[in-house]
């Protein structure tokens, strides 16, 4: 059963910068393409990013150029590097292995002056 656990979120000020984390168990995890989701107050939980095995990556048209994603597959660890942060990042962020249902707990994202 794939197990995800998501880290590094907490409060910015518009502008600035976070970097979140997941690890993932219970999967080969080089050979899945993983995503990472979010989820606003009062909106649907929404896709962020993907990266499939071997590094491709796509992105929703309102983060590209400030978010990156990326994977350690020796880690067992998914990555967002989130800069020049807007208010509207707000949200709680989740990673996904494309394919399963399994979700982690979730990481809050606050961007606030």
């Known amino acids: 059963q794939v197990q995800l656990v998501e880290s590094g979120g907490g409060l910015v000020q518009p502008g600035g910068s976070l970097r979140l984390s997941c690890a993932a168990s219970?999967?080969?995890?080089?050979?899945?393409?993983l995503e990472w989701y979010r989820q606003a107050p009062g909106k649907q939980r929404e896709f962020v990013a993907r990266?499939?095995?071997?590094?491709?990556?796509s992105y929703i048209a309102s983060v590209k150029g400030r978010f990156t994603i990326s994977r350690d597959n020796a880690k067992n660890t998914l990555y967002l590097q989130m800069n020049s942060l807007k208010l509207e990042d707000t949200a709680v962020y989740y990673c996904?292995?494309?394919?399963?249902?399994?979700w982690g707990q979730g990481t809050q994202v606050t961007v606030s002056s």
């Open positions: 996904r292995v494309f394919g399963f249902a399994s």
């Open positions: 219970g999967i080969i995890f080089s050979d899945y393409a």
């Open positions: 990266i499939f095995a071997r590094g491709v990556t």
